[in-house]
């Protein structure tokens, strides 16, 4: 036993060294990502990233706000004698080192509805949710092994759902598809009792050698420069296993003239997602592979900025000659559901600020007119087109005491055009020949809020030394789809169409407060309240023996949510 606490002592006093590898939208990452507004770090990634991409150095001795917390160490554990200093060794991290990450644990409860996004494979439901995560990560000589699962509790209480018999055998599954369990795996509700799930969260084993990387594990990438609502992917859903490989943010230079081209990042990955518990009986569609390409660019001639694609394609299991869709360049649309994003993201920190935006499409611009890209794209480009805008913006309150701001607007919409009034019902997140939709384990990939809405927050952040306080105001309409699918092929003199779903867009409007603070350098503790007014609840249409009326009082539904983190870093 004394042998046993010796080595334990030991290994708590070798030498450290400040770097933050940190989870996707946790506390620390996106205090890094304030830092950076103004030019004290640097973003370690153009556009794809996970929690080992995530990488963040501050310079030593720089000052900044929370330069006394625990942002997260590496420990060296062994240190060779002799390092290699050959071609191939030559730069890499030779040492031994460990990371810790955590031990994290999370609580909302939820009063009246579910309300949550952004957390991976919690489904954060009516009533009590929790989670815990903790884990650790090994490096040595470009092998890397991260643990990271976590544990999961919802108490699932009972709530009144939409009707969906006419699209779904699962009454709990979506609320609208094209019929016979098409549409999309989102349940809106996880079954009729409380769940425990577990899940691998954002563990993996990689190898790198300087920028090239591969590894495989069940990292959930964040891609695209969205603060909130990413179009293609983010950590909303639970984890799934996948294989990457590619560059990481790596400087481009001609040789010999020594020109600087600027940064360059690019990942192919493919991976399986599942589907849940609730969306049909069919047992032999479980499973879909998804995979993507992105590739990103940064001009040295405008510092700053950074241009991003990125495609994604959805196939299934079964399909004969599955491996000609992990091409990224395959261009075919019958039996797989293809999208694709074009971003830019550009930090100018003189000015404190940031600027991005992201356009997404579906499939093809025209689908009818696939073989004529060009004129499509000229006649008809927003057919099926998303987009994501935003800004973040630092400010100083008080140089004096250390009091500095963040002012944050996001805006996405992922509506059907106009003219699908002339086909069928649409949505982003649904494809006829992929039942289960753009999800996994019945979560969407990207978008925590869904498909076929907007979207618009606004937020403020003070930080302080001791931790940050944020405030946010934030609407959307998760699924305006829904009611514009009701008058495709009806007459624009179809009074009872209007009179029944016109005052029907189900929509949110959520104030929130959230303050973290660090009691002691390691342990921070993290408490949020938030008032979810939900406006139609269940796109509530007049009736039609309702006429006499043109217009209802909306049903109000008065939902509140209480947050409690408990973290502390080793």
């Known amino acids: 036993m004394k042998k046993l606490f010796s080595y334990i002592i030991i290994l708590f006093s070798l030498s450290f060294f400040t770097f933050g590898q940190e989870a996707l939208k946790s506390t620390e990452e996106e205090y890094y990502d304030f830092l950076s507004l103004s030019g004290i770090v640097t973003p370690p990634t153009l556009g794809y990233r996970t929690l080992s991409d995530s990488v963040w150095e501050i310079p030593e001795d720089t000052s900044h706000v929370w330069k006394n917390n625990n942002l997260g160490t590496t420990k060296t554990l062994w240190e060779p004698e002799t390092q290699f200093d050959n071609f191939f060794f030559k730069g890499i991290n030779q040492n031994l080192t460990l990371k810790f990450y955590g031990p994290e644990w999370y609580n909302s409860y939820n009063t009246l509805a579910p309300y949550g996004q952004n957390d991976g494979a919690l489904w954060q439901g009516r009533g009590y949710n929790t989670s815990i995560s ?16 976590n544990f999961n509790f919802s108490q699932n209480k009972d709530f009144e759902l939409m009707d969906n018999s006419q699209y779904y055998s699962n009454k709990y599954a979506y609320i609208w598809g ?6 999309a795996d989102a349940p809106q509700r996880f079954g009729d009792k409380a769940f425990t ?3 691998w969260g954002d563990s993996e084993i990689r190898w790198s050698w300087h920028s090239f990387t591969i590894g495989y594990g069940t990292q959930s990438p964040w891609i695209g420069p969205a603060w909130l609502n990413s179009l293609l992917h983010s950590n909303n859903a639970p984890s799934y296993p996948k294989l990457d490989f590619g560059l990481r943010k790596t400087n481009v230079r001609i040789p010999f003239l020594d020109w600087n081209l600027g940064d360059i990042e690019t990942r192919l990955w493919v991976g399986k997602t599942t589907e849940s518990d609730f969306f049909d009986s069919n047992d032999e569609n479980d499973h879909n592979y998804i995979s993507g390409w992105s590739f990103y660019y940064a001009p040295s001639f405008l510092p700053g900025l950074s241009l991003g694609f990125t495609k994604v394609c959805l196939i299934k299991t079964t399909t004969d000659n599955y491996l000609k869709y992990f091409n990224p360049l395959y261009d075919t649309n019958y039996n797989e559901d293809q999208k694709m994003s074009i971003s830019f993201n550009w930090i100018l920190p003189k000015a404190g600020f940031d600027f991005y935006g992201e356009l997404g499409i579906d499939d093809y611009i025209v689908g ?5 890209p060009l004129l499509s794209a000229i006649r008809n480009p927003f057919h099926t087109m998303t987009y994501t805008f935003g800004f973040k913006k630092s400010v100083t309150i008080s140089e004096k005491k250390n009091l500095y701001g963040e002012l944050l607007f996001e805006w996405n919409n992922t509506e ?12 982003f997140g649904f494809h006829h020949n992929i039942t289960q939709g753009y999800t996994n384990k019945g979560q969407w990939l990207g978008s925590g809020y869904g498909y076929g809405g907007n979207s618009q927050i606004l937020e403020f952040n003070i930080i302080y030394p001791k931790g940050n306080t944020l405030l946010f105001i934030w609407r959307n309409n998760p699924d305006n789809n829904f009611i514009y699918k009701q008058t495709i092929t009806t007459s624009s003199s179809d009074a009872e169409v209007y009179h029944r779903y016109y005052v029907a867009y189900k929509a949110n409007f959520n104030i929130g407060i959230n303050t973290n603070y660090f009691v002691t350098k390691d342990l921070s503790i993290f408490s949020g309240l938030v008032y979810n007014m939900i406006i139609n609840p269940y796109y ?3 009736k039609p023996n309702e006429e006499e009326e043109y217009y209802m009082d909306p049903v109000l539904y008065h939902n509140f949510q209480i947050q409690l983190r408990i973290k502390y870093s080793i």
Request: glycine residues 12%.
């Open 134 to 149: 903790t884990g650790a990560r090994l490096e040595a000589y470009g092998f890397e092994l991260t643990l990271k699962p």
């Open 178 to 183: 094209y019929g016979g369990d098409i549409g």
């Open 197 to 199: 799930a577990f899940d």
């Open 368 to 372: 009818y007119h696939h073989d004529m």
């Open 416 to 427: 059907m055009s106009q003219d699908f009034q002339f086909e069928w019902p649409y949505n």
């Open 540 to 542: 509530n249409p007049k």
